[in-house]
């Protein structure tokens, strides 16, 4: 027993509670392990809720119960429910037996409540500082005819409206093989009624736009079979009330801490009962269980909030920023950098970026980050990736001679690397032709001119952790971004059996993190940045390595503000990074002035993207303004609570501090017109109590003043125009 969790012996019901959330299930008849409820805390269970028993047409009963035809798993709604035996509806698991059969039963023989949360062997999840933080209950559930078995992990945390699921699978020693082909990390199912589902769906340089649907009769299934976490479809859903919106409403946030293909599905069944499954895509997937043999699903988050999508979204910031983030840069402000790629893209030499690092010095910017480029004979994208050795021709001293410049100059020093791919013009490929995902008998699919390593192959792993080693052990690295410019086509290792390839994705993913486990922990020092041609790979599963990631290739100001505001949904500002490019953008051609495209930045991990030597000196000045501004205002947006306030012609957002004495409000009008409405945007948040002084105007507020009856925003002779409010309290006691 544990004050989060307990279980009603006589009721046969486990409740997990905190002050903010409840999650009841129950043991049902057969060993069944009933779903009851999760939402908003209720102190004790009484049981009214055992699941009403109707005999529906075509509705198959348990063994044995040929009388109870009121009992059927077709309806029930469960915690697991497998393929096979008469619940037609998604399930959580699919199990091939050794006779071929596709069937399988998981019901309850014992369970254990244990304090603080185990971690997950190989995988990404959250974690706990101190074991009483959370407790974890954990229930074993067996398919009793071949004693197959799964624990069923559920965490509570004492302090968050979140429970961490995942089931680690175990196949007795005595029993034959079995091949799971499908094994979710989480299955939710609701009750009848009317739901929305947000997802964040989008594209390269596009990336997570907010997507709402009513949730309808059928399956529909946000997913990725890219072999990673992909533009195109994020790992997290919502299933919101009708009427949610940011401040109101039922949220239920489904996360899924995994990197590789994942699926996420809402079914709606027969009478208006939901069902979310959540885990690494069936599709392609299989693994073979072996005599004595264990599985561990991937971990899902499952966050509820009864005020609305900004309240979600904080349990889950809040978590990802504490509590799965990890390393030295958890805690601390994260550098404001240059970075070289847009402004010489692979034109550049020493010399040529020499200027930048001066001029970036002389603003204030703390570091300079070289990108792609700098290795093999790269001058375009088609060469050179697996050799990550230094081009003489650009840096005839050695990359560490440019880098000692760097640190001259009070700059950290930065690396790009993309160590998951290959180029067939490298010496790698030339020494080792097989290390490609490639089918045998077919030509592999080239992207972007490149092609993967199977990094689920151990010597493979081996050979990129001994470079980059050879490379960190300098010493002159402070920070590498570490890429990822093509999706996973041509799934094939040369060392797993014809029967086997189902498992190779998901061994990608677990060979991925162990090699990011290795670098990480043996370089602590170094400020590790996700990317994926942007942000492809933005998950809960590469924040626990990375504790940042680009967040698009798309640096223009307004299209930032759609991803921004989806990839908000989830992950805290400190997590994804944002950069001031030039005008008009490389990507969309827009003309945005540095006002605007500095407050989008500034709303991330801020930096810039351009040669800073070819700005103007009125720019400049504009610029180094800006770089003073985000220094002292980096706690808030970095360690701050963000609220999003408006979206759609008009933006609006904010951070405010933990003891409510400091916010930081940005506005942002896009399109103008001829004949405006007044626009008054109202904060949230505050202390309505507390009077607040705008530091620009010296006018003083009431929180309450600011929260009911808002700021009207100044109009507006252009496009695309922006506000910034700083507010310190001024009786902060
Ligand atoms: C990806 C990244 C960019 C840049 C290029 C270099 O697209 O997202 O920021 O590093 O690769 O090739």
Redesign the pocket.
């Known amino acids: 027993m544990s004050d989060l969790i307990t279980f009603d012996a006589a009721a046969k019901v486990f409740h997990l509670h905190n002050q903010e959330i409840s999650y009841l299930f129950a043991i049902e008849d057969g060993g069944v392990l009933s779903h009851l409820y999760f939402g908003q805390a209720v102190a004790a269970y009484h049981g009214e809720r055992r699941y009403p028993r109707k005999d529906r047409g075509f509705a198959g009963n348990l063994p044995g119960t040929e009388r109870e035809r009121g009992f059927s798993l077709d309806t029930l709604p469960q915690e697991i429910s497998s393929r096979g035996e008469a619940d037609f509806r998604t399930p959580a698991f699919v199990i091939r037996q050794a006779n071929g059969a596709q069937a399988s039963r998981f019901v309850y023989a014992r369970h254990q409540i244990v304090p603080g949360k185990p971690a997950l062997p190989g995988l990404p999840a959250a974690y706990v500082e101190s074991p009483d933080e959370a407790a974890t209950l954990i229930v074993t559930v067996v398919d009793q005819p071949s004693q197959l078995s799964a624990d069923l992990y559920y965490t509570i945390y004492r302090d968050r409206a979140v429970i961490a699921r995942s089931v680690r699978f175990h196949n007795p020693a005595d029993q034959p093989a079995v091949t799971l082909e499908q094994a979710a990390s989480a299955q939710l199912d609701f009750p009848a009624g009317q739901y929305q589902v947000l997802s964040l769906p989008g594209a390269h340089a596009n990336e997570r736009h907010l997507q709402k649907e009513t949730v309808g009769y059928g399956i529909k299934t946000f997913a990725s079979g890219r072999g990673t976490t992909s533009h195109q479809m994020n790992n997290f859903i919502a299933l919101t009330a009708a009427d949610t919106d940011e401040f109101h409403g039922a949220a239920y946030g489904i996360d899924l801490v995994y990197s590789g293909n994942h699926a996420l599905s809402v079914e709606k069944d027969q009478i208006d009962q939901v069902r979310v499954v959540a885990g690494i895509n069936p599709v392609g997937f299989s693994w073979e269980l072996a005599s004595g043999a264990e599985f561990q699903t991937p971990e899902a988050l499952l966050v509820y909030s009864a005020n609305g999508l900004n309240a979600m979204s904080q349990t889950y910031h809040s978590l990802i920023r504490e509590r799965v983030v990890r390393g030295r840069y958890r805690d601390q402000e994260r550098p404001i950098l240059v970075?070289n790629?847009e402004a010489t893209y692979f034109d550049f030499n020493e010399d040529k970026l020499r200027p930048i690092v001066d001029t970036a010095k002389k603003l204030g910017i703390e570091m300079f980050v070289l990108?792609?480029g700098w290795f093999g004979h790269r001058d375009d994208?088609t060469t050179s990736l697996g050799d990550w050795v230094v081009d003489r021709r650009k840096f005839p001293l050695g990359l560490k001679h440019f880098a000692d410049y760097v640190h001259r100059q009070g700059l950290q020093f930065g690396l790009?690397v993309?160590p998951e791919m290959i180029s067939k013009d490298s010496d790698l490929y030339r020494a080792h032709p097989d290390y490609l995902l490639a089918i045998p008998g077919r030509e592999p699919s080239p992207s972007r001119s490149q092609y993967v390593l199977d990094l689920s192959r151990q010597e493979v792993r081996a050979n990129i952790a001994g470079q980059l080693s050879d490379l960190l052990d300098q010493g002159y690295i402070d920070y590498i971004?570490w890429?990822m410019?093509r999706h996973i086509s041509d799934v094939y290792s040369h060392t797993l059996p014809a029967a086997r390839q189902g498992e190779v994705l998901h061994r990608y993913t677990l060979g991925l993190y162990a090699l990011l486990e290795e670098l990480t922990t043996k370089y602590p020092a170094v400020l590790w940045e996700g990317?994926?041609?942007?942000g492809g790979r933005i998950d809960t599963g590469f924040a626990y390595y990375m504790p940042q990631s680009?967040t698009s290739?798309n640096t223009d100001a307004v299209s930032r503000l759609g991803i921004q505001y989806g990839t908000s949904l989830v992950y805290p500002p400190n997590t994804f990074t944002a950069h001031v490019s030039v005008s008009p953008n490389e990507q969309t051609g827009r003309h945005a002035s540095l006002a605007m495209r500095g407050n989008v930045a500034m709303s991330a991990v801020f930096g810039y993207e351009l040669d800073l030597a070819k700005l103007t000196k009125t720019e400049q000045k504009q610029v180094a303004a800006q770089v003073a501004e985000y220094k002292a205002i980096r706690p808030l947006i970095q360690f701050g609570q963000l609220l999003r306030l408006e979206s759609g012609n008009d933006y609006a957002w904010m951070f405010v501090s933990a003891d409510q004495t400091e916010a930081l409000l940005y506005t942002f009008h896009l399109l103008n017109n001829g004949q405006p409405a007044f626009h008054i945007v109202k904060m949230a948040g505050l202390d309505p109590a507390k009077q607040y002084m705008d530091t620009a105007s010296q006018q003083v507020f009431g929180g309450d003043e600011l929260m009911h009856i808002g700021l009207y925003q100044p109009l507006q002779q252009q496009d695309f125009s922006t506000q910034q409010y700083h507010f310190k309290a001024i009786n902060p006691g």
Do not use: T, V
Request: proline letters at 0%; hydrophobic letters at 20%.
């Open positions: 970075n790629w990108d792609d994208d790009w993309e971004k890429d410019n990317c994926s041609g942007g680009w290739d």
